[in-house]
């Protein structure tokens, strides 16, 4: 069990990312890739991602085991709420100093505490051993292997992936805006337990973490899967990242078409893809557009599946918000920017 023992203080500064962590992501992924539960939502995702790899995987294994710890400075972290984007994170990681490159590979390699070690132990690969030797032809080897994963594995998908993370971040916020950082805490998905003054999570292995002052930034991700994740080393800023909730639809690269287009039209399917915002529910819905509540509901259904809205249960209710796909018609079409 993971134990965030969090003051007044720190309770006070915990804050919510404001969009998908590149890294993040880039690297939860590479988990999912090799694993074979979650069929419904990662199974297409597979399938498509595995057509355009080339040997990528085959390098990434060597400092990224199927499950357990993985070296923190993969996932490099801006201390604020605003995540790396892509590029920002691969300059990030191509600045950490040789010696703790060193001391987190040589965990990995089992010289030190098992905190995330994969069950069994891993025996290091010849990617391993140069990177800890320092020298910057290995490091650069293994951001440009990064960066050609992450163009076969998340950029097709990160319109997904970002519409995931915005109706999590809806959910919370309103959590928020009703009850406090107390309530955005009880409203974690259920692995995490909010019982003040600790935030309890399941977890691999016993862990205590003290925030000490210095806050909690949550980090909703859509390849976080179980359990969520903090950095083994606990000096480095805290970030709790924890899975969304998947209402079932798989991953996809490209919405499609159907016969959706067709009734894609009309004044008051605008009105209500304009007034869901930044996430209402469905009775919210109604009252705004002055329709009924099943006419709302049917319109917020024909809007999800054409990939413009996206819901998420909230309590007894369900709460749309905008994709950026949504976000982006409204706004007449504005290209939808990739990490």
């Known amino acids: 069990m993971l134990r965030i023992h969090v003051s007044g203080v720190d309770l006070s500064r915990v804050r919510m990312a404001t969009r998908p962590d590149a890294m993040w992501e880039t690297i939860l992924s590479f988990h999912r890739l090799r694993d074979r539960r979650g069929s419904t939502v990662f199974g297409k995702w597979r399938k498509e991602s595995r057509t355009r790899l080339n040997g990528e995987a085959r390098l990434l294994s060597a400092v990224v085991p199927p499950r357990g710890y993985f070296p923190d400075f993969l996932t490099p972290s801006g201390g604020g709420p605003e995540?790396?984007?892509?590029?920002?994170?691969?300059?990030?990681?191509?600045?950490?100093?040789?010696?703790?490159?060193?001391?987190?590979?040589?965990?990995?390699?089992?010289?030190?505490?098992?905190?995330?070690?994969?069950?069994?132990?891993?025996?290091?690969?010849?990617?391993?051993?140069?990177?800890?030797?320092?020298?910057?032809?290995?490091?650069?080897?293994?951001?440009?292997?990064?960066r050609a994963y992450h163009r076969a594995a998340i950029e097709p998908y990160w319109p997904h992936i970002r519409a995931s993370v915005e109706a999590d971040r809806a959910v919370r916020g309103r959590a928020l805006l009703d009850g406090g950082a107390d309530e955005l805490l009880a409203t974690l998905p259920p692995m995490i337990r909010w019982r003040a003054p600790v935030l309890e999570a399941d977890y691999p292995v016993d862990r205590e973490l003290r925030l000490d002052g210095r806050g909690l930034l949550l980090q909703p991700s859509f390849f976080c899967r179980g359990t969520p994740v903090v950095y083994r080393d606990p000096a480095l800023p805290p970030v709790l990242v924890y899975p969304v909730t998947h209402p079932g639809a798989p991953a996809s690269a490209d919405p499609g078409t159907g016969p959706w287009l067709g009734r894609l039209v009309g004044h008051t399917r605008s009105a209500v893809l304009r007034s869901i915002g930044n996430g209402c529910t469905t009775s919210e819905l109604a009252r705004r557009t002055g329709v009924s509540l099943a006419s709302a509901s049917q319109h917020a259904c024909v809007l999800r599946e054409a990939g413009l809205v996206r819901t998420l249960r909230h309590g007894s209710s369900v709460l749309h918000?905008?994709?950026?796909?949504?976000?982006?018609?409204?706004?007449?079409?504005?290209?939808?920017?990739?990490?």
């Open 321 to 339: 918000t905008l994709t950026p796909l949504g976000a982006a018609l409204i706004r007449g079409g504005a290209s939808l920017a990739v990490p």
């Open 83 to 146: 995540p790396f984007g892509l590029d920002a994170g691969m300059e990030a990681l191509r600045d950490t100093p040789a010696d703790r490159i060193r001391g987190e590979l040589g965990l990995l390699a089992g010289n030190g505490s098992p905190a995330r070690r994969p069950a069994g132990g891993h025996a290091p690969a010849a990617l391993p051993e140069t990177l800890a030797e320092g020298r910057t032809e290995p490091l650069g080897r293994l951001i440009s292997t990064l």
